[in-house]
């Protein structure tokens, strides 16, 4: 076994895999896991914002083949849906799973072998989705998975709203990170997320992950194996801020940054209720994005036609 990749096999044979596990499952009884900090008791059955107790549960696990190219490869990513979100955007594109709660309760020994028939399956990696509400049981699936022989990356799939004590839990777990940057406008992330703190924590958050694992690296084939990849799906009306977006990741992460600049939104769940988000982007509204990029010299990434 090799044991400097995936990060996860070097702790494991630390013993320190298990330690983090503890460490992260101490998070839940007073649930401080993610910026919003409900407090509530989730080993207790109580539930937060993201409406969810200590019981894992998620809705599909598939290999999937339209992630950005170095994360799908040619054999795909093996994508894992948590359900629920400790964001819940109001056109949330996933809202049956992350609004809805559309999925079934699992147990940790459950998620380890989803993990395992992924990695059969030959995924390049296990692409967890939307998993930050559910850290301390996907570390604790993790353990059980690496003991069974697991031995392909994590992305960590996420929207970005993070708190930098539970990512520091993810340190040398985790290799590829693949976090959003949703918006650079509070007054938009609160009305559209109740999150007007979602810039200053994504900001926080992304400056960890790229401290842990830099820019990103790919093999020979193009394949991801350790690194950022920021995504940042443009909203109509410049409902994104997608000027700040850029400027942030360009000056304070890096000009070598690998930005994925999405164009698929469309106006789901509550999205028709709003003027601002009731419509596709145009054509001009995503070339306006590509220039700004350009402008800022960003030129490393996945744009879509
Ligand atoms: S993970 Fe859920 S319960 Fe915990 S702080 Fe975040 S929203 Fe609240």
């Not at 044991?3 to 494991?12: A, G, H, I, T």
């Not at 993201?50 to 795909?76: N, T």
């Not at 590829?176 to 938009?188: S, T």
Request: aromatic share 10%.
């Amino acid at each position: 076994m090799n044991l400097s990749y995936p990060s996860y096999l070097k702790l494991y044979e630390e013993g320190e895999l298990e330690k983090r596990v503890e460490e992260a499952y101490k998070l839940l009884g007073r649930c401080r896991v993610c910026p919003r900090e409900c407090g509530v008791n989730r080993l207790k059955g109580e539930k937060g914002f993201c409406k969810v107790d200590a019981e894992l549960m998620v809705s599909s696990f598939h290999s999937h083949f339209g992630e950005e190219p170095p994360i799908s490869g040619y054999r795909g990513s093996g994508t894992i849906f948590f359900t629920h979100c400790s964001l819940r955007c109001l056109f949330c594109q996933n809202y049956p799973i992350s609004h809805l709660g559309n999925g079934n309760q699992i147990s940790p020994p459950q998620l380890s072998q989803m993990m395992l028939s992924l990695q059969k399956k030959g995924s390049h990696n296990i692409n967890l989705v939307t998993p930050t509400h559910f850290t301390p049981q996907i570390l604790f699936g993790l353990l059980l998975a690496v003991k069974k022989g697991l031995n392909i990356p994590l992305v960590y799939n996420s929207s970005g709203y993070e708190k930098v004590e539970t990512l520091r839990l993810l340190e040398d777990v985790v290799d590829i990170y693949m976090p959003d940057m949703k918006y650079g406008d509070p007054e938009k992330s609160k009305e559209f997320s109740f999150a007007p703190d979602y810039f200053e924590a994504a900001k926080r958050a992304i400056k960890e992950m790229y401290r842990q694992v830099g820019n990103l690296k790919l093999n020979g084939e193009g394949i991801a194996q350790r690194g950022l990849l920021v995504r940042h799906l443009i909203l109509p009306n410049k409902g994104a801020g997608t000027r700040k977006v850029f400027s942030f990741l360009k000056e304070e992460i890096s000009p070598a940054i690998y930005l994925s600049i999405m164009s698929q939104y469309f106006p789901a769940y509550r999205a028709g209720e709003f003027k601002q988000l009731n419509r596709k982007i145009t054509r001009q509204e995503y070339e306006e994005a590509l220039h700004i990029a350009s402008e800022l010299g960003l030129k490393r990434g996945w744009r879509q036609g």
